[in-house]
C-alpha cells in the first residue's frame, strides 16, 4: 500500500464522515452541526478576515455565516460539496458586514484611533503596493485567482480546495503554479525593469 493509497483512503474517510455530519445536520442533529462549525471555524475567520481585515468582525462574521447556515441546512443539496457552500454564505455575510461599514461610514459613524494611523508618506506607498496587489490578482483568471484566495488566504490545503472547487487536486497543484508564475511576472518584473 503507497502513500498515495493512504492519503486518499484518510481523504475519502473525512469526505464520508463529513458527509454524515451533513446528512445528520439536515435530519436536525445540533451535535453534528456543531461538529461541522468545529471543522470549518478557523477557515470561515480567514475567509471574513481576508475580506474585511478586522480580526474581531471577522469573528463576529463567522458567527453570522454559521448562523444562516444552520437556519438554511435543509436547503443544501448533498450532491455538491458542503465546503462550497459555507463559503459561500461566508463570502457573502462579509460582503453584508463590509456594506453595513461603508453605510455607516458614510453617515460619519465609524470612530478610527489617531494613534494606530501610519504617516502620509507610509499610508502611500502601503496604498500603492496593496493597489499593484489587487491589481495583479484582479488580473489573473477566475480560475486562478480563486485557488489562490482559497489556498493562501483561507488557509485550506489542496485536497479541500479540490473539494471545494469540485477539480482534481493535480489541477489545484497546476493553478496554483500558474497563477504565482503570472502574479511574480507582474509584481517583480516591473520592478528590476524600473532598477535597471
Do not use: C
Request: proline share 5%; charged share 30%; hydrophobic share 45%.
Amino acid at each position: 500500500m503507497g502513500n498515495a493509497t493512504v492519503e486518499e483512503t484518510v481523504a475519502e474517510g473525512a469526505e464520508t464522515l463529513e458527509g454524515r455530519l451533513v446528512d445528520a445536520a439536515r435530519a436536525g442533529s445540533d451535535a453534528a452541526f456543531e461538529a461541522l462549525v468545529d471543522r470549518y471555524r478557523a477557515p470561515v475567520i480567514r475567509l471574513a478576515y481576508r475580506l474585511t481585515r478586522d480580526a474581531d468582525e471577522s469573528k463576529d462574521i463567522a458567527q453570522d455565516a454559521f448562523f444562516r447556515a444552520y437556519r438554511r441546512i435543509g436547503e443544501f443539496q448533498p450532491d455538491r460539496p458542503f465546503a462550497r457552500w459555507l463559503f459561500v454564505i461566508a463570502r457573502n455575510a462579509s460582503l453584508d458586514a463590509i456594506r453595513r461599514r461603508r453605510r455607516a461610514a458614510e453617515h460619519g459613524l465609524t470612530i478610527v484611533p489617531a494613534a494606530a494611523e501610519p504617516g502620509p508618506e507610509e499610508s502611500a506607498l502601503r496604498n500603492d503596493e496593496a493597489a499593484r496587489v489587487h491589481a495583479a490578482l484582479e488580473s489573473l483568471p477566475p480560475h486562478y485567482r480563486n485557488v489562490l484566495e482559497l489556498y493562501y488566504l483561507s488557509g485550506l490545503r489542496y485536497r479541500e480546495i479540490a473539494v471545494v472547487l469540485g477539480i482534481p487536486i493535480g489541477t489545484v497543484k497546476t493553478y496554483i503554479s500558474r497563477a504565482k508564475q503570472r502574479l511574480r511576472h507582474e509584481l517583480v518584473e516591473p520592478k528590476m525593469a524600473l532598477a535597471a
